[in-house]
């Protein structure tokens, strides 16, 4: 042998030497031990650039570091990360070989190699990850999983090398195969468990939808599919059992699904809480979260996978903190399915939040943190379609007691025909006096303003035709008075349609008061608006009884408990002896001029002004 060749050699022995001793300490397998988690017991090294080869790393002594997790997590990252550790038997195990298997159980990593070496052979590379075929892993499982045989003499070194557009995390455990068999059955149960429930809850609720029509319920079923794809992807069971040859689809797939869980949940509760009606800024909000994650779900079929899984986590993450924060609201406003619906968003708050900062690398990966996302999805699809039922009860006890006050009043006029055949003139004359007295109160109704039991605008214009004609046959003076609250939009914005109802209901009470006469009128013209009329008044009169209003109004609190403050009104004035009994127009277009007026000097007036038509 050539001094050349000798010194090759030499320096290939101290580098299996340096190997063996940067490895650290070799695991010792009993034969009793069918399974052993290997976190805490590697060494791994950050790859920043992912450029380092098996050669490199297997005779690299310095940049190693002992594990301090039980589940390696990363996080985020564009690094690789390389992974080793070493094995042997103890030295009275006296089988020949005994088969073990190494699971990474973390199905949505793209790039998994695996080196085995086994005294001084050559290495054996398993190369798998959610972006080669399925078929190519060694062993059949939703997990990476590949044969590893610990001979009874000599030591079996192992080195990972992991990268991922995903989150980064490496749970590694050895089995004795007879234990993966247990482990992997009991797996399988709990998932046909949890799946088959997530199934049943989605057509049972589909066919609830297509008996009722409620769209709640079509939301409800898309979130709760979405949820299932999303859960199913992360433990590699789409991968396995639906596209096991298209890799491509993986990472666009948690993508979509997890924007699918945050649109349809947003939309769900936005028609549940019945937002449109009861709180219209929040149904903003709530399409909002409904539509951004739509376009993350479109982008990551075109974009990379790690800025759109982020950027969907974030909305993911906001949107559950703010269907949180309206479930209090609307549970504020008394609505009857909140409470439910509450505690239900409260599983999947907890839920998601600990599957993100998981995800996110920061928090460990243990059993919890890992199955937090199907325990939150099945008791928050659980309790909400509990809420559901709830609501459906609730609405159906509302009809119930709808109908049996219908039955009630239907027996009532039963009741009223007995009598009527014992003694039929005098219920016929005492039918006759109801029927003008409800007659009387419908007209009074369909003429009355709900909130404010002013005139509405249509009464309003009925008396008008009749007071004007009347003027113009007494040729006397006719005055209207157009009132419109200052700043009213900014008062319902701040403080809620609710304070504004009642700032109208005291502005009504304010101008009743200042009505002295029986012929003076005031109606709710519309919004925030009134009208005065008042016969028999001229210019001075009418602006008279401005000023009292405004003053009155001044010295009147608005106060529902919470918020105290005065309003103003800009008042417009007009008044005239009717020419011909058809322009009355005229005298509106006035008194709406000179409140137009009003408010362009500055509001918290009175304008008019006196014309050669005014007062004959």
Not at 70 to 99: C, E, H, I, M
Not at 180 to 196: D, I, M, P, R, W
Not at 263 to 268: E, I, P, R, V
Request: net charge neutral; aromatic share 10%.
């Amino acid at each position: 042998m050539t001094t050349k060749a000798l010194h090759k050699w030499v320096l290939l022995v101290f580098a299996m030497l340096a190997s063996f001793i940067a490895q650290g300490e070799t695991q010792v397998l009993s034969p009793d031990q069918d399974q052993l988690q290997l976190g805490p017991l590697v060494e791994y090294l950050e790859d920043p650039k992912g450029t380092l080869s098996i050669d490199t790393i297997s005779s690299q002594a310095s940049g190693w570091q002992p594990s301090a997790q039980d589940v390696l997590s990363f996080g985020y990252t564009a690094s690789a990360y390389w992974v080793r550790f070493s094995l042997k038997r103890q030295s009275n195990d006296d089988a020949r070989t005994r088969p073990y298997v190494l699971e990474i159980a973390y199905p949505v990593l793209d790039e998994v190699d695996v080196y085995v070496f086994q005294g001084e052979g050559p290495a054996i590379h398993y190369a798998m990850g959610d972006q080669l075929p399925y078929a190519q892993r060694p062993i059949d499982h939703p997990n990476f999983a590949i044969p590893l045989e610990v001979s009874p003499s000599g030591v079996t070194r192992v080195y990972l090398r992991v990268q991922s557009s995903s989150s980064t995390q490496i749970p590694l455990t050895l089995y004795q195969n007879q234990k993966l068999v247990e482990k992997s059955y009991e797996t399988a149960v709990s998932q046909a468990l949890f799946y088959g429930a997530m199934l049943v809850m989605v057509f049972y609720n589909l066919l609830i939808f297509i008996s009722i029509r409620d769209v709640s319920y079509l939301h409800y079923v898309m979130m709760v599919l979405s949820m299932t794809a999303l859960l199913a992807g992360m433990e590699g069971l789409s991968f396995k059992y639906l596209w096991p040859e298209v890799t491509w689809i993986n990472d666009p797939l948690l993508v979509i699904s997890l924007a699918g869980v945050v649109s349809f949940s947003a939309l769900f509760f936005r028609s549940f809480l019945t937002l449109p009606h009861a709180r219209p800024r929040l149904s903003r909000v709530a399409l909002f979260f409904a539509f951004a994650p739509a376009v993350t779900a479109v982008a990551a079929l075109f974009l990379p996978y790690r800025p759109m899984m982020l950027i969907t986590l974030l909305l993911a993450m906001t949107g559950i903190l703010a269907g949180a924060w309206i479930g209090f609201l609307r549970w504020r406003d008394g609505f009857h399915g909140a409470r439910l619906f509450n505690i239900a968003w409260s599983c999947l708050l907890v839920a998601g939040f600990l599957l993100a900062v998981n995800k996110l690398g920061l928090v460990p990966r243990d059993w919890f943190s890992e199955h937090i996302a199907q325990l939150g999805a099945g008791a928050q699809a659980i309790l909400l379609s509990f809420a559901m039922a709830h609501r459906m009860t609730y609405e159906r006890r509302m009809r119930e007691q709808a109908q049996k006050e219908s039955v009630a009043a239907q027996q009532q006029m039963l009741n009223n025909q007995i009598r009527a055949n014992e003694d039929l003139d005098r219920i016929v004359r005492e039918r006759t006096e109801e029927l003008e007295k409800t007659n009387a109160k419908l007209k009074e109704i369909s003429a009355t303003d709900g909130l404010t039991n002013l005139l509405n605008r249509r009464a309003f214009e009925e008396t008008f035709l009749t007071e004007y004609k009347r003027a113009y046959r007494d040729k006397s003076s006719l005055a209207v008075l157009m009132i419109d609250l200052d700043h009213f939009k900014l008062i319902n914005d701040q403080h809620g349609h609710p304070f504004g109802d009642l700032c109208l209901i005291r502005t009504a009470e304010v101008i009743r008061d200042n009505l002295r006469r029986p012929s003076d009128i005031a109606a709710r013209y519309g919004g925030e608006e009134f009208i005065l009329l008042l016969p028999n008044t001229d210019t001075q009169g009418a602006v008279c009884v401005a000023k009292n209003i405004l003053e009155s109004l001044s010295q009147t609190l608005m106060d529902d408990g919470e918020r105290r403050l005065t309003i103003t009104a800009s008042i417009g004035v007009a008044a005239r002896v009717p020419q011909d009994q058809v322009s009355r127009e005229t005298l509106l277009k006035g008194a709406d001029q000179n409140l137009y007026a009003a408010k362009e000097s500055g509001r918290n007036r009175v304008e008019w002004q006196v014309s050669s038509a005014d007062e004959q």
